[in-house]
Each structure stands twice: as C-alpha cells, then as structure tokens.
C-alpha cells in the first residue's frame, strides 16, 4: 500500500476485503499510484486469489493507462467545447441523420424557423424547405452518401412555421464511423434574408436608374432622327428639285432604318438582364450618329 496514492487507499483496502470474502475478482478497478518519483500515475488494477507456496494470497495485474486517461479527458473536453458552441452559435446548427431526418437542433434554428425544439425533431430537413430547392437538396444528400463529396455549401430556402421564406447560407459536412461510412451529417444555417432584401433593392434601383438614362438616350435619338424626317419631308414638299429627290429618298429611308435599329434595342428594356453596366460601355448604346441635314433653300 505504500506506492497507492491516499486518496485510492479506501477503495483499494475494500476490493480486497471483498476479494477476500467472496473470492470474486470483480470488474478492473482504476486507482491512482504514486512512482518512485512522486510522479501520480492512474492505473487499471484486477486482482484474483491464488495459493503461493502453500498459503493464501493475491495476484495483482496492474496496467498504466495514463495515454487512455488523457486521451479520454481531452475527447471529454472537445465535446465540451463543441456543445457550448453548438449551443450559443448565432447561426442554426443541426445534426440530421441519413434519411434526412432532425437528429439535434440549436437554440438559433428554432428561433429562425419559429419551431420548438421537440417540433423541429418530428421533421425532415425536405419538410420545412422551398420545395423549389428540395430536389437540389436531396441530390447533395445522395453525394454525401456515395463519398462523392465531403461537404458542400449553397444558398437556399426555408419556410417558417408562420409561412414566411426565408434564406439562408447552409454549409453541410459529413461524420463518419470507422469505416468510414457515413453517420449522420452537421449542417450550419445563417439567414442572409436581409442581406437578399438588400441586394435586389439596390439591383432595382440600378435597373430603374439604368431605365431612366436610356429613356433619355432614346428622347434624344429620336428628337435628332426625327429632325432629319421633317427636314427632308419639307424639301420634298417645297423646294426639292428632281435631282434631288434620290438623295432626299434615301436619308429618309436612313433616318427610317435609324428609329427601327433604335426600337428594337428598345425592346430589351423589359428584359432586366439587358439593363447592366459593362465598364463605361451601356448594353443599350443610343449615343447620336452624325446626320445629313440639308439646309432649306431660299425661295
């Protein structure tokens, strides 16, 4: 007994008046010893009646799991650290299994989605998503599954309880057993509603802005196509000459090609995509083109 250390000394005097009395080795028992150093090493110890040399005694196999021990405080410590983050992470958290099935869900998803947790649990990820993005959702899932992929992010839908949709920036990753299979899947959620609220206001209010700029690029176009028009017309009417009508006839039919190139670019404002800024250049190019302008004569 002098090598165990005080604090065991109880435990290890009654394993062996139990031993003692029943003979029954019992299960291992852990107990701390103390090195010729000083140094506390935590033991495994099993203990077994034998006879020695004609008289009662006790076998003691004794094994130093002071790596098990370590390994096992920091594992404990780890799994402490991941439960508060889980906990008090600002972003959804949730462990969903194979099926797609709510395993575990933070206090942060249920106020997203305005569940309790016990509701969020009776669900399938497929039952509160858009169903728009249910098929993407369910196609990384079989990815996860076949090891195609270890993890993947993307940006999708939610419906809340109350029925609103949200979206939200998920990242998913895989945990695997042994061999390496897949267990069950931990995926992280931030609502980026907000940030999309904000991003199609301002992509609006380019549009909008891009609108008004090619609404007076159009005004000035055709203001200067159409003096060209009234000009001619009133030569052919007044004072043109039969030499002169060819050349009169094909500025009008240019002057005419002008206002049709320009309403088909028109066109494409009611299409958003085509109202964007590539540069300094415009995707709708209105700018003036020189014209012929003849001056009427004196009569």
């Known amino acids: 007994m002098e090598f165990v250390h005080p604090d065991s000394v109880p435990v290890v005097v009654d394993r062996i008046r139990q031993l003692m009395k029943t003979g029954d080795a019992g299960p291992p028992l852990e107990v701390r010893f103390v090195s010729r150093t000083g140094q506390v090493m935590p033991a495994e110890i099993v203990s077994v009646p034998i006879v020695w040399d004609g008289r009662n005694a006790l076998l003691g196999l004794i094994r130093d799991i002071s790596k098990r021990v370590a390994v096992e405080a920091a594992l404990r410590e780890s799994d402490e650290k991941f439960a508060n983050a889980f906990r008090q992470s600002p972003n959804g958290m949730a462990f969903v299994d194979t099926a797609g099935r709510f395993i575990k869900v933070n206090r942060a998803l249920c106020e997203m989605l305005g569940y309790s947790e016990e509701e969020l649990l009776a669900f399938r990820f497929a039952d509160i998503t858009h169903a728009e993005d249910v098929t993407t959702d369910l196609e990384q899932l079989e990815r ?74 159009v005004a000035h176009e055709m203001n200067n196509v159409l003096t060209v028009l009234m000009m ?68």
């Open 232 to 299: 001619n017309a009133e030569l052919l009417g007044h004072d043109a000459t039969p030499q002169e009508i060819p050349e009169i006839a094909a500025e009008i039919l240019s002057a005419a090609n002008r206002i049709s190139a320009t309403v088909q670019r028109l066109r494409r404002v009611g299409d958003p995509r085509s109202i964007e800024y590539l540069g300094k250049e415009k995707m709708l190019d209105l700018s003036p083109r020189p014209v012929k302008t003849r001056k009427k004569r004196a009569k």
């Open 144 to 217: 996860l599954i076949r090891h195609d992929i270890d993890s993947y992010h993307r940006i999708k839908r939610y419906i809340r309880k109350n029925g609103d949709v949200i979206w939200v920036s998920l990242a998913v990753s895989a945990v695997h057993d042994a061999e390496g299979n897949p267990i069950y899947f931990i995926g992280q959620m931030q609502d980026i509603t907000s940030q999309r609220v904000r991003e199609e206001a301002r992509a609006n209010a380019q549009r909008r802005a891009a609108i008004t700029e090619t609404t007076i690029a």
